[in-house]
């Protein structure tokens, strides 16, 4: 099975690049669908973050307390290490699992923001790289979402730089266009990855 890592910076056109290939039947992985996943009541990594964080950061019907949790790790960076290194190596595990069991779909795709950071380019045959100007993902991900500039700055600081992700990049995909220009490339890369199967 051909194995395809995406990805790209906040706002990039990760989302919308991985709607599109889903909607032509490829069979997509989607890593923030998964870090949500590991912490669900009855998983193993939500015990843990309990054990480790007091079950405080519960909810009464046994959910994770998103709110709760933030707080505690906002302003301490050791709680917030400690809860990486939970949360981390069983969210990885499982992305690289069902990847690996993907059938039935012509190559599988891997929607991970964090691929280049965390060192996943090593797992896959290709890594695609949604990539923009950082003004035009500031003004999508504001027109998106309730976020200050200073927040999105924030986000951006903490991942990788455009050149480094770019050059991590098997093909880069350019969403400095409109929707059109973007599918058109998504349809191109689409069969440039079937003819290599
Ligand atoms: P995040 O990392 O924040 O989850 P993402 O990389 O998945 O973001 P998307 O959610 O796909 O990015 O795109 C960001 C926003 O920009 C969305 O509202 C999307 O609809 C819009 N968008 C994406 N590409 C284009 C484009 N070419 N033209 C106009 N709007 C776009």
């Known amino acids: 099975m051909l194995k395809v890592g ?3 910076g906040i706002g990039s056109g990760k989302s919308t690049v991985a709607k599109v ?3 032509k039947g490829i069979t997509l992985v989607d890593a923030d669908k998964i870090a949500r996943e590991v912490v669900q009541p009855g998983e193993l990594a ?3 973050v309990a054990e480790a964080f ?3 950061i519960l909810l009464a019907d046994g959910n994770l ?3 709760s949790l933030k707080q505690r ?3 301490d960076p050791l709680a917030k290490t400690q809860l990486e290194s939970i949360l981390h190596p069983r969210i990885r595990q499982r992305i690289l699992e069902r990847v690996e069991e993907a059938t039935d779909t012509p190559y599988v795709v891997a929607d991970i923001p964090l691929l ?4 996943y380019p090593q797992y896959f045959d290709r890594v695609i790289v949604v990539d923009c100007p950082e003004e035009i993902q500031i003004a999508r991900v504001q027109a998106r979402d309730e976020m200050s500039k200073a927040q999105i700055l924030n986000i951006m600081a903490s991942q990788a730089t455009r050149k480094d992700r770019n050059a991590a ?3 880069i995909i350019d969403n400095s266009g409109d929707l059109a220009s973007l599918k058109m490339q998504i349809e191109k890369l689409h069969e440039s990855l079937l003819s290599l199967l």
């Open 46 to 48: 939500l015990q843990e």
């Open 116 to 119: 280049v950071e965390n060192n």
């Open 65 to 67: 307390d998103r709110t």
């Open 6 to 8: 995406l990805t790209g």
């Open 21 to 23: 290939l889903q909607a």
């Open 54 to 56: 007091g079950s405080d």
């Open 73 to 75: 790790i906002f302003s």
């Open 169 to 171: 990049a098997t093909d």
